[in-house]
């Protein structure tokens, strides 16, 4: 697996990826972070490693610059700011699109927290080159505006303990028009810390694209 730094630009504002990929990638998935977290997220870094194991590419990056997240730490709303945060993610997937090691990769989503509804504002926005989504403990809600405009598949994981999320999370199953589920985590809480929580969440997300993207073992047999 080869993992490099990579530099995505948005106006004056110059973003950190983390991008892991071979050249057996048959698809990639980009990383949309939660509020008060990063590409070093120990979580979505777990996620990600069981992806590329599964023969998926990956580019975790931060939708902050460093001075905005210190910003943000102090007090700040930019990680609340959903249009900045999409307008940012779509600079990365666009970016995706062009390098040499990625362009003509179909591509996945995976958000967390605010990230999901990022990742959801994203595909609308891009429908023709979003081909999956997966929310981890999503406020989906946040794109409510954008749902309908969604056109790729949506998978909304929950811990079962996480009960506002569970409920947004199938509230917007009636929002939707696309093929869309909800993937309880039993006994699981917001940040799936509990045993096993973690590799449930990465299985649950490694099907989804598979099915919908599409990995080097399925490519081969079509």
């Known amino acids: 697996m080869d993992v490099r730094t990579v530099t995505v630009r948005d106006g004056d504002a110059q973003l950190t990826g983390d991008l892991a990929t071979t050249p057996e990638a048959a698809a990639v998935v980009l990383f949309a972070h939660g509020s008060g977290s990063s590409r070093h997220s120990p ?3 777990e996620v990600a490693d069981a ?3 599964s023969g998926f590419a990956t580019l975790l990056i931060d939708l902050l610059t460093e001075e905005e997240d210190r910003l ?7 990680r609340f700011d959903i249009g900045l945060l999409t307008r940012r ?3 990365a997937m666009d970016w995706l699109a062009e390098d040499s090691q990625t362009a003509g990769l179909p591509i996945g989503l995976f958000g967390a927290s605010t990230g999901a509804a990022a990742a959801l504002c994203t595909a609308a926005e891009r429908p023709r080159q979003v081909g999956a989504v997966v929310s981890r403990g999503g406020r989906v809600d946040l794109a409510e505006d954008r749902l309908a405009d969604v056109s790729a598949p949506v998978m909304m994981i929950a811990g079962s303990a996480d009960e506002p999320i569970v409920r947004i999370s199938f509230d917007t199953t009636e929002k939707l028009h ?3 589920e909800v993937h309880v985590v039993p006994d699981a809480t917001h940040l799936f ?3 096993g929580a973690l590799e449930q969440v990465a299985g649950a997300a490694m099907t989804w694209f598979r099915d919908h993207l599409g990995t080097g073992e399925t490519r081969a047999a079509e």
């Open 72 to 78: 943000d730490q102090a007090g700040g709303e930019l």
């Open 89 to 91: 993610l779509t600079a």
């Open 51 to 53: 992806l590329n194991k």
């Open 178 to 180: 696309v093929q869309n």
């Open 43 to 45: 979580r979505n870094k």
């Open 193 to 195: 810390e509990e045993p």
